[in-house]
């Protein structure tokens, strides 16, 4: 059901990138027919690469799985831009290009996404950027503190985004949106400046989403209808038990 994600991503971009990631976690020990032979049937061959993960980090994995393998494989390419996001998303067809054009068009470490949320009040308000609408940086930018999310409890686990911005703003990183790229939360809809078409896919978009997703008091993990209300209290408890450490 990932398929029409990955081809337009691959296939189906503006400025075409030159590999596409799809990590894929220890768990999962057989792949279907159709991605196992998605190279010798896309019209970019060769561009998806699978990683298969030694270590499962959660959700953080569509950012960590990519830049572990770059740093393990290719150490000398800290300058390359990486763009991730979620695997419900229909991307529109410049967001890569408007990726690559905002990071170049900047010298100061910078993570630019579509959607960025705050949480807290006054002077403890954080800023932050949901990977649902894409977002984009350098590896070199990524410290490796990231990489500890695989020992934090759910309540961190679970809350992706906030634990990426949070690391990525003790580092220095700056949090910004793309220039003609801002989700419309009045509308709950990305522009049409963000590229055609650019909306969830219902088919995918509640499988093990984390809108779903309940964290008790006890480190368990319910699963029920979803409330986004709910993912927006993870963030703040996963920030609350951070503070403590």
């Known amino acids: 059901k990932v398929k029409p994600v990955l081809d337009q991503i691959v296939e189906g971009q503006t400025h075409p990138p030159d590999l596409v990631f799809l990590a894929v976690p220890p768990s999962v020990t057989e792949l279907p027919d159709w991605l196992l032979q998605y190279n010798s049937t896309s019209k970019r061959p060769g561009v998806l690469q699978v990683l298969r993960m030694e270590r499962?980090?959660?959700p953080?994995?569509?950012l960590l799985a990519a830049v572990?393998?770059?740093e393990d494989a290719f150490p000398s390419w800290k300058d390359t831009i990486i763009v991730y996001g979620d695997d419900d998303v229909l991307y529109g067809d410049t967001i890569v290009q408007q990726h690559l054009q905002a990071q170049r068009s900047t010298t100061a470490l910078t993570a630019f996404g579509t959607r960025?949320?705050?949480?807290?009040?006054?002077?403890?308000r954080e800023e932050m950027l949901e990977a649902t609408g894409t977002i984009s940086l350098r590896v070199k930018a990524v410290p490796q503190?990231?990489?500890?999310v695989f020992d934090t409890p759910p309540i961190c686990r679970t809350s992706d985004d906030y634990w990426i911005a949070r690391n990525l703003v003790q580092q220095g990183v700056k949090l910004e949106t793309l220039?003609?790229?801002v989700y419309d939360f009045s509308t709950g809809e990305w522009p049409?400046?963000?590229g055609t078409p650019f909306h969830t896919l219902k088919d995918i978009q509640h499988i093990d989403a984390l809108s779903q997703i309940q964290v008790n008091a006890d480190g368990s993990i319910k699963r029920h209808g979803g409330d986004w209300r709910d993912q927006l209290k993870r963030y703040d408890d996963c920030r609350d038990y951070l503070d403590r450490q």
């Open 56 to 58: 499962d980090y959660g």
């Open 60 to 62: 953080a994995s569509k």
């Open 68 to 70: 572990k393998y770059i």
């Open 116 to 124: 960025k949320i705050g949480i807290g009040h006054g002077q403890a």
């Open 145 to 148: 503190s990231v990489f500890q």
């Open 179 to 181: 220039p003609s790229c």
């Open 192 to 194: 049409s400046s963000c």
